[in-house]
């Protein structure tokens, strides 16, 4: 199951994480033994892809069937046209809880015999390669000093982002994520006046085998990771409501709670960096959803003091949202894959103050009766069940609420919450699923071998490693 080595973190990014996943109250429950081994398997499996591809199919506009039909012709057509893929049978498989979800097996990793040219990519673009996604020019660091466009090439990733652009020579740390053909020749990609765009190297044998999906029915499949997709169904927007997507790009959630409403309604997507703004509306367009109004703005002051003031661009007036979407910004950990994090403990250590800014104007702008949905993309136990600690302690007005559909586990141990109260909590901890399939294939010391997880557990259990939690304000 393991190619790459462990994520590669800071030393004190380690400790401090090891702590978290070896803290008293997970000691007492499942001692020190087991404990360790869900961290050091959760170290492993953030370094590999997850096994399926999840595409969030656009039934606003279709019926998932005929959503299912129409992808999977094109995705052969695109196998078709050249590439060595084309033995890859693709079956979409919808989820039997989830009315908007696909999924494609990933397969791999596969026997891909590595050639003596050379590209490496950055790590961003490794990591995208090793999900279906071609080399695109401006990810390339480094190739052959005579590479010519049709070349065949193997690519790998930069781990430690030591390789400078153009490098001709690089001996560092890289991992193999599979070959391609050149789409350029080296000049093009290195030498150009204009910043280079478009694909640079078309993989044909990757490591791990996906279709992309780039520009293959474009309003009709989203890509997004399944946990994201189970956050637009958590929040349960109905049509006419008026939502608020705090920070909201590149839009994803939005998108999918602007198709959950049938554009009927209002979300508001706010983000503070422009050009991401503008992604927003670039796939609320994409995807003919009218009723997202995207701006640009810090949505920590998006509260304004006047009851009064009844403004349709931000500041708002306090309790103005039915709904209300904080899908936080964050340390990121749960990202997969991600061989290596070179982030410092006081940059992982600097977001939740952040969040609870953003939280305490969350809870300002949403109505009494109304529903907020925290979510983040890490695996900390200070920006996931801390905060929701923080939270019920700091405003009595809120409680936690079930979630639909719950195919996570409940909230982790270590932040003094109830049984009940993490119960509560949807937690996707990829690294279970992997102890359970380790075992299974006789890995692991385990007395009992349990069966691997069978479609869609498997899919449900190896996704990225994400935390939501659901309040209502009374
Ligand atoms: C986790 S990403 C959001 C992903 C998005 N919800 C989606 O599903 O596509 C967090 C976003 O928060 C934005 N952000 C960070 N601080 C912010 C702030 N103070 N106000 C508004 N947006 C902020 C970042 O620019 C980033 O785009």
Request: glycine share 8%; proline share 8%.
């Amino acid at each position: 199951m393991s190619v790459f080595p462990r994520i590669d973190l800071k030393q004190e990014v380690y400790d401090y994480l090891r702590n978290v996943f070896t803290n008293k109250e997970v000691l007492a429950a499942v001692g020190q033994g087991k404990a360790e081994q869900r961290f050091q398997k959760l170290l492993s499996c953030l370094s590999h892809p997850p096994r399926f591809t999840c595409v969030r199919a656009s039934t606003h506009l279709a019926p998932l069937e005929e959503i299912q039909t129409r992808l999977q012709e094109e995705l052969k057509q695109q196998q078709n046209c050249g590439s060595k893929i084309g033995d890859v049978s693709v079956n979409l498989l919808p989820h039997p809880h989830i009315p908007d979800v696909l999924f494609l097996p990933v397969i791999g990793p596969r026997p891909v015999v590595q050639l003596s040219s050379e590209v490496i990519v950055g790590a961003q673009c490794g990591s995208a390669v090793l999900r279906g996604a071609h080399v695109f020019a401006p990810g390339i660091l480094a190739t052959p000093k005579f590479m010519k466009k049709g070349d065949m090439v193997s690519v790998f990733s930069d781990l430690e982002g030591k390789c400078t652009r153009g490098n001709k020579d690089f001996q560092g740390k890289r991992v193999f994520v599979g070959n391609g053909v050149a789409e350029m020749d080296r000049s093009n990609i290195f030498c150009s006046d204009e910043p280079v765009k478009g694909v640079g190297i078309r993989m044909v044998e990757p490591l791990y085998q996906s279709p992309s999906f780039d520009r293959v029915l474009p309003s009709m499949a989203f890509l997004q990771n399944l946990p994201s997709v189970v956050v637009g169904h958590v929040l349960g927007p109905r049509p006419g409501e008026r939502i608020l997507d705090m920070c909201a790009a590149p839009g994803g959630k939005t998108c999918h709670i602007a198709a959950l409403m049938c554009g009927q309604g209002e979300v508001v997507a706010l983000d503070k960096i422009r050009g991401k703004v503008e992604r927003i509306r670039q796939n609320a367009k994409t995807l003919h959803l009218e009723c997202i109004k995207a701006h640009c703005f810090n949505s920590i002051q998006a509260v304004c003091s006047d009851q009064a003031q009844d403004t349709q661009e931000p500041p708002f007036p306090p309790e103005r949202f039915d709904r209300v979407l904080l899908d936080a910004p964050c340390s990121g950990l749960g990202q997969r894959p991600n061989m290596a994090c070179t982030w410092s403990l006081k940059e992982i250590c600097s977001y939740p103050p952040l969040q609870r800014k953003l939280f305490s104007t969350a809870v300002r702008l949403l109505k009494r009766g109304g529903v907020l949905v925290y979510s983040t993309c890490t695996v900390t136990l200070s920006e996931n069940e801390e905060q929701v600690a923080w939270a019920l302690n700091t405003f009595p007005c809120l409680t936690l609420q079930p979630q639909e559909p719950h195919i996570g586990a409940g909230g982790m141990l270590g932040a003094g919450l109830s049984s009940e109260q993490l119960r509560l909590l949807q937690r996707f901890s990829p690294e279970l699923g992997w102890i359970l399939e380790a075992e299974a294939h006789g890995e692991d010391d385990s007395p009992t071998k349990p069966s691997p997880c069978p479609f869609p557990q498997q899919a449900n259990k190896d996704t990225i490693g994400f935390f939501i939690a659901k309040f209502l304000k009374s």
